[in-house]
């Protein structure tokens, strides 16, 4: 039996920086992790798809060069193993890094499967092997039993939602997970799911040169964000030549050795047969519980699979000193890696017996790094309207000033408002609107008005320009908006 102050179940974006901020708190840290620190978000996801996408944008911008600016050049072929090897490297570096922070801050972390075994107690079965080699391994698999005087932290993350019937292969048919190092570059993508990743992977591959539809239930892509944001994305993604089929549904599909067949119902009730070298599973993520051993701690997951806060000012759980942070957290939790640093921040900070000062999600930015890309933060124009807000809206298109025009991808700003009141929300669709957002979060989040950001002068010429305009505008100073 050992004992430390704060025990963290899992090591992604979530967990690692609960440790971090515990650790330089004064607190002592024990991080559990099975697989590599980074999580999900390092090696899987944010991080190696976002290479991915920059390498993409990188062979856009050959295209653009050619057709639009008479600069004569082609891509001619692209190295697969050179484009992985870079990408690999710049993971590699990140979780070296992050190995080097972890150990430099003096958390402890234990590589093994975690369980809890009461409310203030763990079980971790030690060594690199998963839970399932571990019983399958010669003789007894080491164990360390900790307990937690300040508290634990539930960190295990999520992982892709699967559809029966249609079970990833890695090859054919393959989730956001492992469509990264599936191997080469298909031909053809058929992408279930409209949502950020399902729009990021279609945007990628077309990009690499491949023949792609992008499928989704939903009546419009991106749903949970404003109408207006999906209109202008699906035009930017339709005029890349991508295959948009909002409103429509996979009825079946069949694996063959080189590829899918996929039938596809749309919205108008035809029936289509989509060919495909690979189906991409995008429709969401579920929380991992199994294995976490939540109810020997008087825990248990919602009906979604979801740990719920009691206390969302402390991500506390009904269980005193039981947090949780990440992907197991339910909405309004976002699901995002930038949110769960700050989720970790406040629950190492309410373990160190700091007041809680509660994460607000309203104020999180949202960003689909596609081209084009979108980013939002605050409420849609939708959701201002049927919370009984009175709104005024004020879209700003980008190709509206000149280094819109030189971009030439179109997009927009938009900003709702209250009337006579603060901003409540900010909603972006074209080049770089990534690197645009944090503005708007500030603006949000500090609930200031129009006429307060108008007062600020935007660089000219710059993207952001727009996002000043728009305000000016709404603030009855408009200058090259009418």
């Known amino acids: 039996m050992h004992e430390t102050d704060v025990i963290v179940i899992g090591g992604g974006t979530g967990g690692y920086s609960t440790a971090l901020r515990a650790a330089a708190l004064g607190l002592e840290v024990v991080l559990a992790e099975r697989d590599l620190v980074g999580g999900t978000c390092l090696h899987r996801g944010c991080?190696?798809?976002?290479?991915?996408?920059?390498?993409?944008?990188?062979?856009?911008?050959?295209?653009?060069?050619?057709?639009?600016?008479?600069?004569?050049?082609?891509?001619?072929a692209i190295g697969w193993p050179a484009l992985t090897a870079t990408r690999d490297d710049i993971v590699a570096r990140n979780h070296r890094g992050l190995e080097g922070h972890l150990s430099h801050a003096g958390v402890r972390v234990v590589r093994g499967s975690a369980?809890?075994?009461?409310?203030?107690?763990?079980?971790i079965t030690t060594g690199p092997a998963a839970p399932d080699e571990v019983r399958n391994a010669t003789g007894p698999a080491p164990e360390e039993v900790w307990t937690a005087r300040r508290g634990i932290v539930l960190a295990t993350g999520s992982r892709p939602r699967t559809l029966p019937g249609l079970?990833?292969?890695?090859?054919?048919?393959?989730?956001?997970?492992?469509?990264?190092?599936?191997?080469?570059l298909p031909a053809s993508?058929?992408?279930?799911?409209?949502?950020?990743?399902?729009?990021?992977?279609?945007?990628?591959?077309?990009?690499?040169?491949?023949r792609?539809?992008?499928?989704?239930?939903?009546?419009?892509?991106?749903?949970?964000?404003?109408?207006?944001?999906?209109?202008?994305?699906?035009?930017?993604?339709?005029?890349?030549?991508?295959?948009?089929?909002?409103?429509?549904?996979?009825?079946?599909a069949e694996t063959y050795d080189n590829g899918v067949r996929a039938t596809v119902r749309?919205?108008?009730?035809?029936?289509?047969?989509?060919?495909?070298?690979?189906?991409?599973?995008?429709?969401?993520?579920?929380?991992?519980?199994?294995?976490?051993?939540?109810?020997?701690?008087?825990?248990?997951?919602?009906a979604r699979g979801f740990v719920a806060p009691a206390d969302w000012s402390r991500l506390e759980t009904a269980v005193p000193g039981i947090h949780v942070v990440g992907d197991l957290l339910p909405p309004p939790s976002l699901g995002l890696a930038h949110a769960s640093f700050a989720e970790g921040l406040l629950v190492a900070e309410t373990l160190a017996g700091r007041p809680p000062r509660a994460v607000e999600y309203a104020a999180v930015p949202r960003v689909t790094y596609s081209s084009p890309q979108t980013a939002s933060v605050g409420l849609s124009e939708a959701e201002a309207r049927t919370a009984g807000r009175d709104v005024v809206v004020n879209t700003m298109p980008l190709t509206a000033l000149a280094k819109g025009m030189v971009h030439g991808q179109g997009g927009m700003v938009k900003v709702v408002a209250e009337r006579g009141g603060a901003v409540l929300g900010v909603h972006l669709v074209g080049p770089h609107v990534s690197e645009m957002i944090a503005e708007s979060q500030l603006v949000v989040g500090w609930d200031a008005e129009p006429g307060d950001i108008a007062q600020h002068i935007h660089p000219h010429p710059t993207l952001s320009e727009a996002v000043g305009e728009a305000f000016l505008t709404l603030a009855g100073r408009g200058l090259h908006q009418v």
């Not at 996408?53 to 050959?62: C, F, M, P, Q, S």
């Open 266 to 302: 749309t919205a108008r009730g035809e029936v289509r047969t989509v060919d495909a070298e690979r189906l991409l599973v995008a429709v969401g993520r579920v929380p991992v519980t199994d294995g976490l051993g939540l109810a020997a701690a008087g825990l248990g997951p919602d």
């Open 47 to 76: 991080i190696p798809s976002k290479a991915m996408l920059h390498a993409a944008e990188l062979v856009d911008g050959i295209a653009e060069a050619r057709d639009r600016w008479g600069v004569k050049a082609s891509v001619d």
């Open 167 to 184: 079970e990833p292969d890695g090859r054919r048919v393959v989730t956001s997970d492992d469509a990264l190092f599936a191997p080469g």
């Open 189 to 210: 993508v058929l992408v279930l799911g409209g949502g950020a990743i399902g729009v990021e992977y279609a945007s990628l591959h077309r990009s690499m040169g491949a």
């Open 212 to 252: 792609v539809t992008l499928v989704e239930a939903a009546d419009r892509l991106l749903p949970l964000e404003d109408t207006d944001v999906s209109r202008h994305l699906t035009r930017g993604l339709k005029k890349r030549g991508i295959d948009v089929l909002t409103g429509a549904r996979l009825e079946g």
């Open 115 to 123: 369980a809890l075994t009461g409310p203030r107690t763990v079980r």
